[in-house]
């Protein structure tokens, strides 16, 4: 009986949590524009460096309307901590608009036989929130505040790499630094965070990197934080890094604590539920 009562809880608790993620996927479907897109021209990328411009031509975004939202099926690999040798191996899939900049992202791993993570993070209305629950019962992770926000709106600007146009979103501004790199500063509702771009000589995004927030607590410090690519591919007709890692650069040194693979990308149709 009393097996069965736990059971009964697990069940429960999890149709909640997927009764929230479907509503919250939907609240934020539900803001996207009835206007058509326009396309990205030539002229509308003008006033743009020159790295940022290369780039945007090589993965094939001009001449196409602009990105409104979209859905990413990604796996992964991910450590937990620096101290960590075994890599956990997930599944992801993420909900990202443009107009308004938005993400919903959610996870599942197993960490072993018994114990299975499931996470959940979120960016909207310039505010973001991390939560993870342990068997879909135990809250491992419920954080959000100013730090978060920082810290999500700067994975946000950093991933906008997957849907190129939100390059000419009028929350970023851009600043040229040499041929290769171009700073990027996001400002939305009260929340504001940078990036540095990187690209190689053919034009393709090769690394992002930004000063983050590693924890939530009052003294946390900003590391560095550098999302670093490791293959491109053509997915529904743009090329984009497919194969990443992401890294902080501590202070007793680097973590590499994920790579993420994107198995699928779908542009402005197919609203799955």
């Known amino acids: 009986?009393?097996?069965?009562?736990?059971?009964?809880?697990?069940?429960?608790?999890?149709?909640?949590?997927?009764?929230?993620?479907?509503?919250?996927?939907?609240?934020?479907?539900?803001?996207?524009?009835?206007?058509?897109?326009?396309?990205?021209?030539?002229?509308?990328?003008?006033?743009?460096?020159?790295?940022?411009?290369?780039?945007?031509?090589?993965?094939?975004?001009?001449?196409?309307?602009?990105?409104?939202?979209?859905?990413?099926?990604?796996?992964?690999?991910?450590?937990?901590?620096?101290?960590?040798?075994?890599?956990?191996?997930?599944?992801?899939e993420q909900l990202f608009t443009t107009t308004p900049p938005a993400f919903h992202w959610t996870v599942k791993m197993k960490m072993n036989p018994l114990i299975a993570i499931k996470g959940r993070d979120l960016f909207v209305e310039g505010k973001g929130e991390m939560r993870i629950r342990m068997n879909s019962l135990i809250n491992v992770v419920n954080e959000s505040g100013e730090k978060i926000?920082?810290?999500?709106?700067?994975?946000?600007?950093?991933?906008?790499?997957?849907?190129?146009?939100?390059?000419l979103s009028p929350y970023i501004t851009w600043e040229p630094i040499d041929n290769f790199s171009a700073k990027a500063t996001m400002r939305y509702k009260g929340t504001e965070g940078s990036g540095i771009f990187y690209f190689n000589e053919k034009g393709d995004f090769i690394r992002f990197s930004a000063m983050r927030y590693k924890e939530n607590t009052p003294d946390a410090k900003r590391f560095e934080w550098i999302i670093s690519v490791r293959k491109h591919a053509i997915l529904d007709g743009l090329k984009i890094p497919v194969e990443m890692e992401a890294t902080w650069k501590l202070d007793k040194g680097d973590w590499t604590w994920l790579k993420l693979t994107i198995d699928e990308i779908i542009y402005d149709h197919d609203k799955r539920e």
């Open 1 to 92: 009986m009393k097996y069965f009562v736990q059971m009964l809880l697990v069940f429960c608790t999890s149709c909640s949590m997927n009764h929230m993620i479907q509503q919250e996927r939907e609240q934020i479907l539900s803001t996207l524009p009835d206007t058509k897109p326009q396309p990205v021209t030539e002229e509308s990328i003008q006033s743009l460096p020159e790295p940022v411009k290369k780039w945007l031509r090589r993965s094939g975004v001009v001449g196409r309307p602009e990105i409104r939202y979209g859905w990413i099926l990604q796996s992964a690999a991910m450590k937990m901590k620096p101290n960590q040798e075994t890599w956990y191996h997930a599944q992801a």
């Open 149 to 167: 926000d920082e810290g999500t709106l700067q994975r946000y600007l950093g991933e906008i790499v997957w849907y190129p146009t939100a390059v």
